[in-house]
């Protein structure tokens, strides 16, 4: 079975460019959390889809956005990026009503410069 | 405002011995609580878990330990070994888990 998946791996941007991140969930998981980890500040709560829908957000600016498809994969939009948006952005799934532990992607590290 | 503090950034333990990591929260709505491992350029794992109506969840050589009076939980390794170095966070969610929040981390090295 394939985990969750995260592309790209690395992306370096330009300050006040926008940054596309992609998702793709488990087969069978319609839940779909993004969390960024800049350094040292752990792991804070960006957004979760479900069944197509945004339903929570974290304390992060509109320039965060995204979306979950048809397919339950996943995009994060970032706009107008800034320097301090230098983080690792994790995607994790989970089932519908599923257990409370979620499956993490590997990340995509993205680089404002 | 951090709802689950882990302090201690970074632990050193010897191979053998018995690794403490600890997790406090603030929330009193947490009603589960979840420890996850992370290796360098991996996702976090998933560890253990604990529910609230438990003090104590036992899983091979990992313990968690639960004070709800106190908000505060741990996790035990015990013997640690040089392949449990990584970063563990603490992390904790409200009924049906919608909403995970994790703690800063603490990095653990176990030296052989």
């Known amino acids: 079975e394939a985990g969750v998946t995260q592309s790209p791996t690395h992306l370096i941007k330009t300050r006040g460019q926008q940054a596309t991140l992609r998702c793709s969930p488990i087969s069978g998981h319609t839940s779909v959390y993004w969390y960024q980890q800049a350094l040292g500040l752990g792991l804070q709560f960006l957004l979760w889809?479900?069944?197509?829908?945004?339903?929570n957000r974290g304390n992060f600016p509109p320039r965060f956005s995204g979306r979950q498809f048809p397919n339950y994969s996943s995009e994060l939009n970032v706009n107008a990026l800034e320097l301090e948006d230098s983080a690792l952005y994790l995607c994790?799934?989970?089932?519908?009503?599923?257990?409370?532990?979620?499956?993490f992607g590997s990340g995509t590290r993205l680089t404002v410069v | 405002d951090q709802q689950v503090k882990q302090n201690s950034p970074s632990l050193s333990v010897q191979e053998g011995r018995i690794s403490i990591l600890n997790c406090d929260y603030t929330?009193?709505?947490?009603?589960?609580f979840l420890w996850y491992k992370k290796y360098p350029a991996e996702g976090p794992t998933f560890l253990i878990s604990i529910s609230s109506i438990k003090d104590k969840n036992e899983d091979g050589r990992f313990t968690v330990f639960l004070n709800k009076s106190a908000k505060h939980l741990s996790l035990h390794i015990v013997p640690s070994q040089p392949g449990d170095s990584a970063v563990y966070f603490c992390?904790?969610?409200?009924?049906?888990?919608?909403?995970?929040?994790f703690g800063a981390g603490t990095r653990l090295f176990v030296k052989a």
């Open positions: 889809y479900d069944e197509g829908e945004e339903r």
């Open positions: 992390a904790a969610s409200p009924t049906g888990g919608f909403k995970t929040i």
């Open positions: 994790a799934s989970r089932e519908t009503g599923g257990g409370y532990g979620y499956t």
């Open positions: 929330n009193s709505m947490f009603d589960y």
